[in-house]
């Protein structure tokens, strides 16, 4: 994996309504004897694909009444910008330099922005389940002015929300009435690739669409991290609009919520994804009681054991993630787990893409002591955690903090002892530098200052400013450290380094580069 590197496009499937254009698109029908003929004797005109059933008719009829259309309203402030014409007249504005209206302050603006989706009703007297992203205010911290809910007959409801879980992106309404129609949960533990899904929902502000598919894969993991990384992947087409809606088996069981679609464009291109009902439904009921979800939480920063990274360690890939940083006083560094080690297993399970450290820790009960497989230096050894209670997201964001990558990259020509092993020039970094570079105070080690294009160091988004902390888990603070550690590598035959890389207030980084041939 390079370091930021640029994942699938993935869209939350919300959006606002608005006409739906077949652009550049031309067809034509057949008609007169031809035409008829076809229609009426070609085999494959009307059969179903094999295995499929003859019609969903039936199964839609009985479900659309239970799923809704959601509207969100929310007034936010505008952020003024300067008139480059008043600015003029503010400073050369006549005799004495007063410009006309000096000193009034401007008023502040405000506009209106919404959102479109889908949920459904999961109990007669009006809770409503729906994705979190739909309710959550623009901002990302709190929630929208209003939510209208509407029925397949247009009846509107104003619905309130009883609760939501950024974690999950989930969230709970409810409107007052009574004997509403409503779906029952399903078994998603049980589905597999290749059954038959139906999708019902709101695209495009259309309202109650059914599309239909096949699972096409299970615990897909689309940002590599997180307990919630683990969606049903279907066929059937979901787009903007679906959001929040559900996931029916053909016995008319919720077995997900959909959620998100990769798409380079924002239209379906069949990979559409969905919340598993058996992550969803503790959730919604905890949320029900008007708790906050718990999960367990060990307070470490993990990346997957890719290809690169994997090399470099002389471990084989996907099995197992990298800790990239540990967070102080929490349960992990309280059991002695540390930057670089590899977690290879939790509660005697292996981890992998499909049970990650974060989704077997969070779905632990918290207060549990659970062995934890690590490899340090080459040596495997057996931690014992006590597990935590997780903070909330604006909780870790505080704790965490972040940084962006503004998409740029610095190349040039290195030089220097260290620099044609890995194609990077180096220096030692100095308490001005790691000012420059808004670096937090304490930050030791050397600063890039030059990156070959040609080098696997480039490939992998490396960039002039970053630091290299260390190489192969030993620190480094000069040149020659970093010189010597390549050194090492190459003598242990090893043909890549594992590098812990910092840019800026961003959270460090594991990246495994290849180092270049003598």
Do not use: C
């Not at 009307?46 to 309203?73: C, E, H, W, Y």
């Not at 599309?211 to 590599?224: D, F, V, Y």
């Not at 084989?316 to 349960?331: A, F, H, L, W």
């Not at 190459?490 to 812990?500: E, I, Q």
């Amino acid at each position: 994996m390079s370091f930021l590197k640029e994942s699938p496009i993935v869209r939350y499937a919300y959006g606002v309504a608005g006409a739906l254009l077949l652009g550049g698109t031309a067809f034509s029908i057949a008609t007169g004897p031809v035409g008829a003929q076809v229609a009426q004797n070609s085999p494959s005109a009307m059969a179903p694909r094999p295995g499929a059933p003859m019609s969903f008719a039936d199964l839609a009829a009985r479900l659309q009444p239970a799923v809704v259309n959601i509207s969100t309203k929310q007034r936010i402030t505008v952020k003024q910008q300067a008139d480059p014409f008043e600015e003029f007249f503010r400073r050369f504005g006549g005799q004495g330099g007063v410009a006309p209206g000096e000193g009034a302050q401007p008023q502040p603006r405000t506009r209106e922005t919404g959102s479109l989706g889908s949920g459904f009703i999961v109990s007669p007297d009006g809770y409503i389940v729906t994705n979190n992203h739909l309710i959550q205010g623009e901002s990302g911290t709190g929630t929208v002015d209003s939510v209208t809910v509407i029925m397949t007959d247009r009846k509107e409801y104003p619905a309130r929300i009883i609760g939501r879980d950024q974690a999950s992106d989930l969230a709970l309404l409810k409107i007052d009435g009574a004997n509403l129609p409503y779906v029952n949960w399903g078994d998603s533990t049980r589905a597999r690739v290749g059954d038959w899904v139906v999708a019902i929902g709101n695209p495009y502000g259309l309202g109650g669409s059914v599309t239909a598919g096949i699972i096409s894969a299970l615990h897909r993991g689309i940002t590599g991290a997180g307990a919630y990384d683990r969606y049903i992947q279907t066929d059937a087409a979901i787009n903007m609009g679906n959001s929040g809606g559900p996931m029916f088996d053909l016995n008319g069981n919720v077995i997900g919520i959909n959620s998100a679609l990769i798409s380079p464009t924002g239209a379906s291109v069949g990979i559409g994804l969905a919340i598993p009902a058996e992550l969803a439904q503790p959730v919604i009921e905890t949320l029900r009681k008007g708790q906050r979800p718990s999960r367990g939480y060990l307070g470490v920063g993990l990346q997957p054991l890719d290809e690169n990274i994997a090399a470099s360690l002389g471990l084989p890939k996907d099995m197992g993630e990298i800790v990239r940083s540990v967070q102080p006083n929490e349960p992990a560094a309280r059991a002695g787990i540390q930057q670089g080690d590899v977690i290879v297993r939790v509660a005697g399970q292996q981890v992998n893409p499909d049970q990650t450290v974060s989704y077997l820790i969070a779905n632990t009960q918290v207060g549990t002591r659970v062995p934890v497989d690590i490899i340090r230096d080459g040596r495997r050894q057996t931690i014992t955690v006590v597990v935590g209670q997780r903070p909330t997201e604006e909780a870790l964001a505080k704790t965490i903090g972040g940084g962006a990558n503004d998409g740029t990259s610095d190349s040039g020509t290195p030089t220097g002892p260290a620099t044609k092993a890995l194609g990077l020039s180096l220096q030692a970094l100095s308490s001005q530098l790691a000012q420059a570079l808004s670096l937090p105070p304490g930050t030791r080690g050397v600063v890039i200052t030059a990156v070959d294009p040609s080098s696997d160091a480039s490939d992998k988004g490396l960039r002039r400013g970053d630091v290299i902390i260390s190489i192969n888990r030993a620190l480094v603070t000069t040149p020659a450290q970093v010189s010597a550690a390549v050194a090492a590598a190459r003598a242990a035959n090893r043909t890549s380094v594992l590098l812990l890389v910092k840019r800026g207030t961003a959270p460090e980084a594991f990246i495994g580069v290849d180092i270049a041939p003598r």
